[in-house]
């Protein structure tokens, strides 16, 4: 790979079928890290073939709008490849912005990984 070394900023897991991703930042605010992610996660799904993808917010404390795009960007591609996307272990107050913007009615948002992983099933 040429050009400068970018941060991980995914843990990437497989669970069968299903690929698990876990973000690594607890604070999902700056432009560059939003868009490294939506770039590391559209490649699982464009460049890597992956279509059935649960989402782990465990380790994120703060999330912004720009940050919300990229899901349903994600959303988008996945079903497009004929996929499923879960969301799953989102902070309450995190989870209260999906819910208001009425994402959860797009996106399958559930309490913990193991259901969000049957989910996609």
């Given at each position: 790979?040429?050009?400068?070394?970018?941060?991980?900023?995914?843990?990437?897991?497989?669970?069968?079928?299903?690929?698990?991703?876990?973000?690594?930042?607890?604070?999902?605010?700056?432009?560059?890290?939003?868009?490294?992610?939506?770039?590391?996660?559209?490649?699982?799904?464009?460049?890597?073939?992956r279509k059935k993808?649960?989402?782990?917010?465990?380790?994120?404390?703060?999330?912004?709008?720009?940050?919300?795009?990229?899901?349903?960007?994600?959303?988008?591609?996945?079903?497009?490849?004929?996929?499923?996307?879960?969301l799953c272990k989102?902070?309450?107050?995190?989870?209260?912005?999906?819910?208001?913007?009425?994402?959860?009615?797009?996106?399958?948002?559930?309490?913990?990984?193991?259901?969000?992983?049957?989910?996609?099933?």
């Open positions: 790979m040429s050009g400068q070394p970018r941060k991980r900023r995914l843990e990437v897991e497989d669970a069968g079928d299903v690929t698990v991703v876990n973000f690594v930042d607890k604070k999902i605010l700056e432009e560059q890290s939003i868009q490294t992610i939506g770039d590391q996660l559209f490649e699982l799904v464009d460049g890597e073939g993808l649960v989402l782990n917010f465990s380790n994120v404390e703060y999330l912004s709008s720009a940050a919300l795009g990229k899901i349903i960007a994600l959303n988008n591609r996945v079903k497009k490849a004929g996929g499923k996307l879960a989102i902070r309450p107050d995190i989870k209260d912005v999906f819910v208001i913007t009425k994402l959860d009615k797009i996106i399958k948002i559930v309490d913990d990984e193991q259901t969000a992983i049957q989910s996609v099933s």
